[in-house]
């Protein structure tokens, strides 16, 4: 707003701006967050770096591998995201990209001593959460693909297969002990989940369930959790392939009597998008979901593809508005090779980053855990409003037009006195952009197909 201004007062006569206040007035869209409407309370935003990927980071020379991990933590200048979902492995082995297991030879029964073997690395993900935890990250997802196979009706931890009644406690039991090598090295897991696409059987780690068979494990891990002094690690169910699917395991642990020992219902994006609310009173979570086979770019804006950086600014936004989540993670955050898999594609040397990465950022630097999403009205824009615990309100907008907008953001019963807003598009990565604070709210402008978040503070 202040540039048209300064443009129009200095080539035109002075009468004809008699009222420049009142001209950004009449070209500014006008955004109205009501703190009185709340939705769902965020968790956050995150990735996964199970399947060894975490190594990649690892292995890179020091400094880039500096960089990298600021790139993903760092709240001032990454992404800040704050939950990393890791990979609770099953593997006897960590050839190609297996996750080991801390139990990899069979007690003999189910009942026997287990004979638990820490390496200290986890592939990699035990030094990336010691990292995140120093960035204050506060949200540790530690999730099982699979039991360890002997603990399964297949004897493998590949190939589906189920959880054998049997081995129940068994398997509890070991969940809690790779929780407290974690716990007890300073990282705080909060979140576990057993599962990982109980409805398709992969030839990598894998584990069939239905909803019943859910609620019957998570009534055994439930008490073992509290009994371990883990009363405050909350259950996530069930990472379903898709929306639908999920609906599916929700409903079936409610049948059977375990919906109130839940923390969260999750699913992944890929067989059904997130579209509807689960039907469920916990929080929900968006835990994975990538563009899995496309072919590798950093635009932000070409043509729409599924891969490119507006589109994930688009699939957060749904799932926030039009799913309830209280959490979007994506999948993993870095990985070699041609696809759009990862967010930053790494070699032996250094990495790229796409779009996405900044996209994620958008929310995650501004959306802090704890959040209440506010209602909005105003604009034909894809926009969000949050409250932070701090008392900042994020307003998320996304600008999927092809002209350039300016706006004038007010929140009722709230004065604004200071705001900082961040531009992504084609040119800038949450690049800081002027804004001015005006009559108790605030002005700036979105370019064409652009996203911008502003955190208004104020009284
Ligand atoms: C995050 O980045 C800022 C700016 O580069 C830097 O000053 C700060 O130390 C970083 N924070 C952490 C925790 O490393
Ligand atoms: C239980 O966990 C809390 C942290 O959650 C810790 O402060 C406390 O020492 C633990 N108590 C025992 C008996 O392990
Ligand atoms: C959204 O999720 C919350 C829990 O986070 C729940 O209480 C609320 O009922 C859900 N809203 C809808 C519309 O389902």
Partial sequence: MHLLYTLVATTLPLAAVASPQLMSRQTATKITVDPTKHFQTMDGFGFSEA????????????????????????????????????????????????????????????TATPN??????????????????????????SNAWSAPGFMK??????????????????????LIQYMKY????????????FLNEPDFTASYASMLSDGAQAASFIKVLRPALDAANMSNIGIVCCESTGWSKAQGMVSGIKS??????????????????????????????????????????????????????????????SAITGANVSGYIGWVATQGGSTNEKMIQTDANGYTVSKR?????????????????????GGSFKTTAFKNEDGSIAVNIINTGSSAASVSIAVTGF?????????????????????????????????????????????
């Fill in 256 to 317: 059977a009597g375990a919906d109130s020992m839940l923390a969260v219902v999750s699913s992944h994006e890929y067989t059904s998008r997130a579209s509807g609310s689960l039907s469920s009173t916990h929080h929900t979570w968006q835990s994975e979901y990538a563009d899995l086979n496309g072919a590798w770019t950093t635009a932000w804006y070409s043509s729409g593809g599924a891969g490119e950086g507006m589109t994930w600014a688009n699939n957060i936004y």
């Fill in 116 to 141: 638990y073997v820490w390496d200290g690395k986890d592939s990699g993900q035990f030094w990336l959460s010691q990292q995140a935890a120093a960035y204050g990250v506060k949200y540790f997802y």
């Fill in 182 to 193: 974690y716990t007890d090295a300073g990282v705080p897991i909060s979140h576990v989940g």
């Fill in 357 to 377: 990465l900044w996209a994620f950022a958008q929310y995650s630097r501004t959306v802090r855990p704890n959040a209440i999403r506010l209602g909005t009205t």
């Fill in 51 to 110: 399947f060894q990927r975490a190594n990649l980071i690892v292995n890179l020379p020091d400094e880039k591998r500096k960089a990298l991990v600021d790139l993903l933590f760092n709240r001032t200048s990454g992404a800040g995201f704050s939950i990393l979902r890791n990979g609770l492995g099953s593997s006897p082995d960590s050839s190609s990209d297996h996750m080991n297991t801390i139990l990899p030879k069979s007690p003999g029964s189910a």
């Fill in 415 to 459: 004065t604004v006195t200071a705001a900082t807003a961040w531009l992504t598009d084609t040119k800038n990565d949450m690049t800081a952009q002027t804004v001015t604070v005006a009559d108790g709210g605030v002005e700036g402008s979105i370019p064409a197909r652009a996203m911008v978040s502003f955190v208004l503070t104020g009284t």
């Fill in 153 to 174: 009706s297949n004897g493998n931890d590949a190939n589906g297969g189920s959880l054998s009644d049997a081995w129940k406690p068994a398997f509890a039991a070991y």
